[in-house]
């Protein structure tokens, strides 16, 4: 049985975390209460993944946060993260779960009610779904949907779903009234001055929004 907690999804932009890095910023956002971290950079190739991966696998050691790597599953397979991430220009589900078979966790992005709907809980484990919002660490995204259009792709989900795309802390209790299993936030904690201060922030939103 997976276990995995959606609720506070970091995902890692090497820029914005230039100034103390990606395993350093993971590190104290998991100190702040983020339950997962995805490791997202499209410039790196894949032995600079690894590289970085099993850095953040040793960081995130013990601290029951899960590891998930962005569309490079010969890099999420070499660190043994716990997941794999793609999107839908990526490559299908069914040749991504077998090639990380499984026991690995399955993410997917969704920007649209019909693929929601189209997913396939036998293989995918979570959708990612948005953009919320426009959001300038993804200059290729897709149309923003709004609260709205979140509540309706959640409901669309046959699986948990995190929202996605330029959310903060005064976002939480609206995507949790939408119905998703938690928010994926990237500038609102990777280059912040405090990373961990800024996902304690964003984790007490969360508590109250779950109370």
Do not use: W
């Amino acid at each position: 049985m997976k276990t995995f907690d959606l609720s506070l999804y970091l995902v890692l932009d090497p820029d914005l975390c230039a100034g103390i890095g990606m395993v350093e910023t993971a590190r104290r956002a998991v100190a702040g209460g983020a339950t997962m971290v995805q490791l997202r950079d499209k410039h790196a190739g894949t032995t600079a993944m690894i590289e970085t991966g099993r850095a953040l696998k040793q960081a995130l050691d013990g601290t029951g946060a899960r590891l998930i790597v962005n569309d490079d599953v010969e890099a999420a397979i070499a660190i043994g993260a716990d997941g794999l991430h793609i999107g839908q220009e990526d490559m299908d589900a069914v040749r991504a779960r077998a090639m990380i078979g499984p026991d690995m966790i399955l993410g997917l992005s969704v920007e649209t009610a019909a693929l929601a709907a189209s997913v396939d809980p036998s293989l995918v484990d979570y959708t990612g779904i948005g953009p919320v919002f426009a959001t300038p660490t993804k200059a290729d995204h897709k149309q923003p949907i709004g609260f709205h259009g979140l509540a309706r792709l959640v409901a669309a989900s046959p699986v948990p779903s995190v929202a996605i795309g330029g959310l903060k802390a005064e976002h939480v209790a609206k995507v949790f009234a939408a119905g998703a299993s938690g928010l994926a936030v990237v500038s609102a904690i990777s280059g912040t001055p405090d990373p961990e201060a800024a996902t304690r922030r964003i984790a007490a939103e969360i508590r109250k929004a779950r109370a």
